[in-house]
Structures are given as C-alpha cells and as structure tokens.
C-alpha cells in the first residue's frame, strides 16, 4: 500500500470492537492481532477519509440465539424468509463489549457508522441492512457521504473478515467503487476458510493488500 494514498480513496474500518476480540463475546480469531496495526495506520494519516463502522444492536436483536428459544448460536435459521446465522448476544448499544476498541487512536476517522440498530434485522456491511421489504436491501447513506466527497475506492480492514469486512467490500464494488480488503489488518470469525474467502474476493474483483507496516 503507498504511503499517501489519493484523496479519492477512504479507508473503512469495520467492527473494531471488544466483543469480537478473543475472550469477547463474539470473538474473531486473532481479531487482536489487528489492533496495534490499525493504531498505527490511523496515526499515519494516510487517507483523507476514514470511516469507523460499529456494530450496535439493542438487546434482545433478532440476530442473538438467545432471542429464539430452542437455538443455539452459530445456527442458521430462517428469519423473514431470509438465511440467519445467530449469534452470541454482542455488541449491544452502550455496553463496554460495543465501544470502539479503546488502544486505537480514532481521531482520525470523520465518520463513525452504526449499524445493526434495527431490532428485527442484521447489517453486515456497512453501505446496506442485510435485508428490507419487498427483497430490497436498505442504504445507510455511506455511498452518498463517500460520493459526494469526491470518493471513488475504498480499502476496507477490520472484522469479521469473512463478515462484515467480505459484506462491505462486496457492497463497495455492488455500488461502483473499486474495493481492496487489506488481509493482514483483518481476521475472521471462523479459523480456516482463507483460500476460499481469497478466491471469494478475487471472483468479485475486490483487491487483496496488505497494510504492509512500513518504516
Ligand atoms: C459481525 C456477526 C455479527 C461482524 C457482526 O462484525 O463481522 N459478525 N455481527
Ligand atoms: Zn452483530
């Protein structure tokens, strides 16, 4: 990665928080490891823009197994039609485990972004809900901010990769920017699926980069 990047790029850094750190209640594997290095890009100012999601749910969301009786979490069901993975109770509004994880230096981002508030539905990614009415997919806006600042690529690091970084990025690329995940500055939920998360990106034509912790 340059050391400027242009100022037609933003950086998004999705769901740096300590519910998906190890011993968190949602943890990404090594999803610590990413920290010191999203510290650091920050501080070097690199993009213009830096957009921090936050994923932030009220108790008792929809996405929590603990709102279905009889489920467990990391099952799939079926909710308004549409495929669900549920999941541990994470993230809930104004909780420490929801903060933006507090050894990073935000002052760099211009944007904080939360998501997942809706009590019914789940939003991965950052641009778009997971789903609406009439198969639609509610917008949060950020095409719209990132446009109208003169924005057209976005690199996007953070967790979970093979989640809501993957649902970003898909999304970015959906929406007519150029989209590069920055692999070593993101881990996933599950350990394992990295080749086939690689080959996911590559056949949506979103890059692959790394940070690369330059002097
Ligand atoms: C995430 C599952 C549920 C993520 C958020 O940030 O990737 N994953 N909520
Ligand atoms: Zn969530």
């Known amino acids: 990665m340059p050391n400027a990047m242009p100022p037609n790029a933003a950086l ?38 830096v957009v921090a999601t936050q ?37 809930v509004q104004g909780t420490p485990g929801a903060a933006l ?28 809900e997971n789903h609406g009415p009439q198969g639609t997919r509610p917008p949060t806006g950020l095409a719209g901010w990132l446009r109208e600042r003169g924005v057209d690529e976005v690199a996007v690091c953070g967790l979970a990769r093979d989640v809501c970084v993957l649902w970003t990025a898909q999304d970015a690329v959906a929406l007519g920017f150029r989209a590069t995940v920055l692999w070593d500055l993101s881990r996933p939920v599950a350990a394992g699926g990295d080749e086939a998360l690689r080959e996911t990106l590559r056949q949506a034509g979103i890059g692959i980069a790394e940070a690369a912790t330059a002097p």
């Open 55 to 91: 994923d932030w749910h009220p108790a008792g969301h929809a996405s929590f197994a603990s709102a279905h009786p009889g489920t467990a979490p990391f099952q799939r069901i079926e909710l308004h039609g549409q495929p669900q993975t549920l999941w541990p109770d994470h993230c």
């Open 12 to 49: 998004i850094v999705v769901d740096v928080q300590p519910d998906f750190m190890p011993g968190g209640a949602l943890a990404c594997h090594e999803g610590d490891a990413i920290v010191p290095g999203i510290d650091r890009l920050l501080r070097r100012r690199r993009f213009r823009h």
């Open 101 to 128: 994880h507090p050894a990073i230096d935000w002052s760099a981002a211009d944007l904080v972004l939360r998501k997942g508030s809706d009590p019914q539905v789940d939003s991965y990614s950052a641009f778009r």
